[in-house]
């Protein structure tokens, strides 16, 4: 009777036992479900620049896929860099939805007084010092909540964030072929799930070099916006042919404009003040960061203050409106020229018919905004919106957690589908 019951006890545990296992796969089986779903639902943003590409291109030359991509997607009339409209200041500020005085690379160049050290961007040590680099750009966001980041050449993913890089990145390499870029950033998209990323940010040169060698009413800047225009077609239909493709959000943009400079106006500092008057001289035309000896900066200001074509700020003294002047990197005085006029510290041969770094109020200096992809309207114009808006609008497509900025997610909900 005792071993019956014993026996029976037995038999009832071991039943418990297989309800349970059962109970725990059933568990497993639907987490596991739940996750692959939601894996599903992580949508994926590819950010190309294509550095300077003016905001009226389009309508001076040939654009047909660009054209295209508005019609199915959204356009904004234009994207509006931050001051100075140079390359390393608005690539960050897109990135991290900051004022460069809010994240600190101030200049393409520029001098850090705390850390005694340089930053330029052909200095490969000073690239890849996090030291530099403040705020959060969108791929350490996305990274720190699990979704896997690539960058081809974006500025600041050389180098780790607070700790973190995207998982693919790449060093800076000026001539390597754009097709090669984008079969790289197709076949990222082309891994198993585990290890595709989910938001990519990539880079193209063009047609940057071209502008500032011909400026922007050229056959040559006219052929250049033809090629890069046939590029995003050869992209775009690439990226439709996966089968992830309708998961895919693409936005097409750029870091700043392109004005025309001439000759004739060209403005030397070098002929005002003397060079040993100055301790840095940071930056390139036309806009410059300048720290000049305590005995001689009452007389630099007011020298400088007079030269025609040539404005010279006080530390701390720029308009609101620009938003830049108060980080220690930009030094005493911030110099800026007038539209259209050159500014130099020496004087040397001024072959270049292409400028930018001028104010952001200046509408040549405007970069454009196309995006197209479940997130986005169709045929949707926008109104004008600044370039530290990207951040947010990334992150709210790739539902992330957003890290405080100087943008506002509201000044570009209008172009979403369904938020
Ligand atoms: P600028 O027209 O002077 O503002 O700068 C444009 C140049 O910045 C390009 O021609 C590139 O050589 C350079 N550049 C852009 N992105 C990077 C990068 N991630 N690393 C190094 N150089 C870069
Ligand atoms: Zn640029
Ligand atoms: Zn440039």
């Not at 003016?54 to 047909?64: F, K, Q, V």
């Not at 930009?330 to 539209?339: E, R």
Request: hydrophobic share 35%; aromatic share 14%; glycine share 6%.
């Amino acid at each position: 009777m005792r071993l019956l019951s014993l026996k029976y006890m037995a038999m009832k545990k071991t039943g418990i036992l297989i309800s349970l296992i059962l109970v725990i796969l059933v568990l497993v089986f639907g987490v596991y479900n739940f996750y692959k779903e939601k894996e599903k639902e992580k949508p994926y943003v590819i950010v190309l620049s294509m550095d300077a590409f003016r905001w009226d291109y389009p309508d001076m030359y040939d654009t047909p896929n660009l054209d295209s991509i508005a019609k199915y997607g959204v356009k904004a009339k234009s994207l509006k860099p931050c001051f100075p409209t140079k390359t390393f200041p608005n690539h960050y500020s897109m990135a991290t939805g900051l004022y460069p005085d809010n994240h600190g690379i101030v200049q393409n160049s520029f001098y850090d007084p705390d850390l005694d050290k340089h930053y330029s961007i052909g200095n490969r040590d000073a690239v890849a010092n996090p030291e530099f680099y403040g705020g959060e750009p969108i791929w350490v966001t996305a990274e720190k909540q699990g979704l896997t980041s690539a960058s081809y050449f974006w500025v600041g993913t050389e180098t780790k964030i607070q700790d973190i890089q995207p998982k693919y990145w790449k060093k800076y390499d000026h001539n390597f072929p754009f097709e090669q870029r984008i079969d790289s950033v197709i076949a990222w998209l082309q891994l198993p799930e585990e290890e595709r990323p989910h938001l990519i940010m990539w880079y193209m040169n063009e047609p940057d070099d071209v502008g500032h060698a011909y400026g922007s009413n050229a056959s040559e800047t006219e052929r250049k916006i033809n090629y890069l225009d046939s590029l995003v077609g050869v992209f775009a239909q690439k990226i439709s042919s996966l089968p992830i493709a309708n998961e895919i959000n693409l936005i097409f943009t750029s870091d700043h404009g392109m004005g025309n400079i001439s000759d004739e106006r060209n403005i030397v500092i070098k002929d005002y003040i003397q060079e040993e008057w100055v301790n840095e001289v940071q930056g390139s035309n036309p806009t410059y960061n300048m720290d000049i000896k305590t005995e001689f900066k009452d007389t630099t200001y007011t020298i400088l203050s007079k030269v025609p074509h040539l404005k010279i700020w006080k530390h701390g003294e720029l308009p609101e409106r620009l938003h830049y002047g108060n980080n220690l990197r930009t030094l005493d005085f911030v110099l800026a020229s007038d539209s259209a006029w050159s500014l130099h510290w020496k004087r040397r041969n001024f072959n270049y018919k292409g400028a930018h770094g001028y104010d952001n109020d200046n509408k040549d200096m405007h970069a454009i905004f196309y995006g197209i992809g479940p997130a986005f309207k169709n045929n949707h114009i926008h109104p004008t919106f600044n370039n530290i808006d990207l951040y947010s609008l990334i992150a709210n497509i790739l539902n992330l957690q957003p890290a405080e900025t100087d943008g506002d997610l509201n000044n570009v909900s209008d172009m979403f589908r369904n938020k």
